[in-house]
């Protein structure tokens, strides 16, 4: 399995922005079916965005519209931009990633279909 690592996050008042990065350990992030989900306490994990097998992501209705997912110049990093921030959007955000060998598609925003997990990073939006 590879290895993700998150970090950025903050905290921030609500309208601003803020960025979270996914790295992989080996290889390219298309090596991999990759996601990114988040859970506030209390909460059930909620899928964000999710890449598809040709590269198009799909982003949650929650957040269509506000949020931007993007690859690093290196390839081995996607970096998710968080714009228009709300109070809402308060969560640990977590990285999640499997092998492609299985349909990007079908995993989606499943949580128990991506085996890696990241160990998360904290996104705080005030009022």
């Known amino acids: 399995q590879v290895h993700v690592v998150e970090s950025g996050g903050g905290s921030v008042q609500a309208g601003g922005s803020l960025r979270v990065s996914c790295a992989v350990s080996r290889g390219r992030t298309k090596d991999y079916c990759m996601a990114w989900f988040r859970q506030a306490p209390g909460k059930e994990r909620e899928g964000v965005v999710f890449i598809s097998e040709d590269g198009t992501p799909t982003y949650a209705d929650s957040v269509k519209g506000r949020f931007t997912i993007s690859e690093d110049n290196a390839e081995n990093t996607l970096v998710l931009q968080l714009n228009s921030l709300k109070t809402e959007d308060t969560a640990k955000y977590y990285c999640?990633?499997?092998?492609?060998?299985?349909?990007?598609?079908?995993?989606?925003?499943?949580?128990?279909?991506?085996?890696?997990w990241g160990q998360g990073t904290q996104v705080t939006v005030s009022s």
């Open positions: 999640a990633a499997d092998l492609r060998f299985s349909s990007c598609t079908w995993r989606g925003l499943i949580p128990g279909r991506y085996a890696d």
